[in-house]
Nanobody
Framework: VQLVESGGGSVQAGGSLTLTCRASEYDLEDGAIGWFRQAPGEERVGVACMSGADTRIFDRRFEDSAKDRASVSADFVKGVASFVLNDLEFTDTDVYYC???????????????????WGQGTQVTVSP
């Protein structure tokens, strides 16, 4: 199983970013998909998560600073999860990771220890 992230890069403040996470040879249904950020020397922090199957969303959670600006979704047929963050601020600059929970509990969590598999991370840099 491999998670491949894409969509990072440099973005202007006030703009939006879309990150995608593609799971190869893995069914995303029923498991949690988490999105995290990490600054150098600091712990990985949960930003958003979701769980679902088919067209149903079982659970969706957001960290306080992102809840009015972020959205998460997944195309379970294609095995691709997406994270969108709007109204970007300089403080959004970080390395962003996607992660999946393999036990298929049904809900998601913003605690990094909840997740089993991680993407490689992608740098997001917000410029003035």
């Amino acid at each position: 199983v491999q998670l491949v992230e894409s969509g990072g890069g440099s973005v202007q403040a006030g703009g939006s970013l879309t990150l995608t996470c593609r799971a190869s040879e893995y069914d995303l249904e029923d498991g949690a998909i988490g999105w995290f950020r990490q600054a150098p020397g600091e712990e990985r922090v949960g930003v958003a998560c979701m769980s679902g199957a088919d067209t149903r969303i079982f659970d969706r959670r957001f960290e306080d600073s992102a809840k009015d600006r972020a959205s998460v979704s997944a195309d379970f047929v294609k095995g691709v999860a997406s994270f969108v963050l709007n109204d970007l601020e300089f403080t959004d600059t970080d390395v962003y990771y996607c992660a999946i929970e393999d036990r298929r509990i049904g809900y998601c969590d913003l605690d990094r220890t909840f997740y089993d598999l991680w993407g490689q991370g992608t740098q997001v840099t917000v410029s003035p």
